[in-house]
């Protein structure tokens, strides 16, 4: 999962305002939402993964690998709502029968399974793309600018650093017990995991202090003042977007009025 | 020590013998024991001269860090002072800003130092600290990345970069504040060759500029090819200090302390021993040093002196 991060530096969109890139993201994720229509869903999605994959950039083989990850859990969420519970058989395409009641599937199900699938598969597309084209920081800078609370912000940051560190330490921790046969059997994996993790504990907490004093050695007063990126404000490229976004709701409005929300 | 001082108070008195003698930096009678009751310093003086390239030399647990850190102000000694620029260290907003904005602590391990994802920002916090412009800061920072060679990483998240790139950008974090003296603690430690060497590099163009300079460190050789002056610590206290020549020929103390002789002035001991280096030179401080001596020398003195006692 730590690639996603990789691929936002290495994204073309990355030098674009962030600001605008989350404004394209939220208001699309938004729109597909609120259509609640295959057809836009649809349109959301091939339009996000173009945007990401062209626009941006990130290899389609990626792409496409990123989007089975979150597969698994729509299909068994989905799966449930396409089913339909009923004292009749009238209705079910195929149906199991419990004690006087009906399980089963029915064609309004399945409509309704689709439509929820892509709205949601239109939402991962939307998110996607604001995660593959934007690093954390510039989502911080974004954060900021929108009056999100100091202390929020700073946490986000420091939290996202330090995952990378603990990973690391995570990792030499493994690397070592398991030169040592730790993991050997199921027994002695055990054993070595709670002292892994009890270690990461111990070690996070000394991270913590090492981090303070050295913030304080630089003259930390309780805030993390830091330069926030520069980005070159396009009035046109706002225009674009929300050309863009003004489209998409006309398409939406089109749809629901020719009937078509299914 | 000035000849008319009977007549003034201490404090004046120590202030004008320290602007003579230009001590930028002192330590005196410092102790600090942890919390848990580990006592890291025992009553510990120095001076640090301005200007100088001063190296600390003495064993894991040897209380550098401690004392860095009490350099700093970040930890307070329990008893003892410390003098910047002559005038007594004071624990309040006011005296700490001035002493961490004139001292400055690249720590050893430099990811807990780097705070956030980048590397603009991280070296730009110290400077935003001194609540200086915006255009200054900006300025200090480039200057600061151009100066650790770093300057096209500054776009780069902090967590992918090598050891050897966030060790110099932990640098830059600190050169950003433009401190009078700036302390290492183990800067070459995990580093190849071709990285100390570059760290060693702009070390001496910071010291050429003005800029004190004190390094923990191991290594008796870059000891000897780089110090001015060497402070030997051993549990809490200080065992030895002058200049390199002084300090690595006394032997009962580097015995006492287990550090061992810079291999260059072994082997020029050894070369002068046997009569291959025959008149008094200046002691040769790297390995090119001592090259240019052998070859300097007649090879005709090394074959009459030959004959060694075994």
């Known amino acids: 999962m730590l690639h996603i991060d990789q691929y936002a530096y290495l994204s073309r969109l990355r030098g674009e305002d962030p600001l605008l890139k989350v404004l394209f993201t939220s208001a699309t994720m938004g729109i597909c939402l609120w259509a609640d229509s ?25 792409y496409g690998k990123l989007l089975l990850i ?3 859990f729509l299909v068994v969420g ?86 990378f560190i603990l990973l690391d330490m995570a990792d030499a921790i493994y690397t070592a017990q398991a030169s040592r046969l730790g ?80 | 020590m000035p000849v008319d001082c009977v007549c003034r108070d201490s404090a004046s008195l120590r202030r004008e013998w320290l602007v003579m003698e230009d001590i930028i930096l002192e330590a005196i009678n410092l102790s600090y024991t942890y919390p848990d009751g580990t006592r890291a310093l025992k009553n510990i ?31 307070r000694p329990q008893t003892g002072k410390i003098f910047f620029k002559g005038r007594e260290v004071r624990y309040n907003r006011a005296g700490l800003t001035e002493l961490r904005t004139g001292v400055g602590i690249v720590f050893q391990d430099p990811d807990t ?7 603009y920002q991280d070296v730009s916090f110290g400077a935003l600290n001194l609540k200086l412009p915006l255009a200054i800061v900006n300025r200090r920072v480039d200057n600061a990345l151009r100066g650790t060679d770093t300057y096209h990483l500054k776009d780069k998240a902090t967590h992918f970069l090598s050891y050897g790139e966030k060790k110099r950008v932990s640098i830059a974090d600190v050169l950003v504040m433009e401190p ?28 050429k500029s003005g800029t004190t300079l004190i390094m923990a460190t191991h290594d008796v050789d870059v000891t000897w090819a780089w110090a001015d002056e060497v402070f030997i610590l051993k549990d809490g206290s200080i065992e030895g200090a002058g200049s390199p020549e002084r300090v690595f020929a006394d032997e009962p103390l580097l015995r006492a302390t287990g550090i061992e002789t810079p291999i260059v002035m072994e082997m020029y001991d050894r070369l002068r021993a046997v009569g291959f280096i025959e008149e008094p030179s200046p002691i040769p401080r790297t390995k090119q040093e001592l090259f240019a001596l052998i070859e300097k020398s007649p090879p005709l003195s090394f074959k009459i002196a030959a004959p060694i006692a075994p």
């Open chain 1, 70 to 72: 979150p597969l698994s």
């Open chain 1, 183 to 262: 993991y050997a059997t199921v027994r002695s994996g055990y054993r070595s995991l709670s002292a892994l993790a009890s270690m990461l504990f111990i070690r996070s907490y000394k991270q913590a202090q090492d981090l303070y004093a050295a913030l304080e050695s630089r003259g930390y007063d309780g805030e993390l003042r830091v330069v926030e990126p520069n980005y070159t404000v396009a009035l046109e490229k706002y225009a674009v977007v929300v050309f863009c976004e003004c489209l998409l709701i006309a398409c939406a409005v089109i749809v629901h009025r020719c009937g078509g929300s299914g």
């Open chain 2, 45 to 75: 003086s120095m001076k640090i001269k301005r200007g100088r390239k001063i190296a600390v030399l003495g064993a894991n647990g040897a209380g550098k860090s401690t004392l860095f850190l009490n350099f700093n102000g970040v930890l």
């Open chain 1, 78 to 163: 989905v799966l449930t709502i396409a089913l339909d519970v009923s004292r009749h058989p009238a209705g079910f395409l195929c149906a199991l029968n419990f004690a006087e009641r009906y399980v089963g599937i029915t064609v309004p199900g399945i409509l309704r399974a689709v439509r929820l699938f892509c709205q949601a598969f239109g939402c991962i597309s939307c998110l996607y793309f604001l995660s593959l084209t934007t690093p954390l920081v510039d989502l911080l800078a974004v954060l900021r600018k929108l009056r999100v609370p100091k202390l929020i912000v700073e946490l986000m940051g420091l939290v996202y650093r330090f995952i």
């Open chain 1, 38 to 62: 295959v057809l836009i869903s649809l349109l959301v999605i091939i339009s996000m993964a173009s945007v990401t994959v062209f626009v941006g950039g990130i290899s389609g083989r990626f």
């Open chain 2, 180 to 207: 009078d003296v700036i302390i290492f603690d183990e800067p070459t430690a995990c580093l190849d060759c071709r990285n100390t060497l570059q760290i060693m590099t702009l070390f001496e163009g910071l010291n």
């Open chain 2, 113 to 119: 130092q780097l705070f956030s994802a980048s590397v």
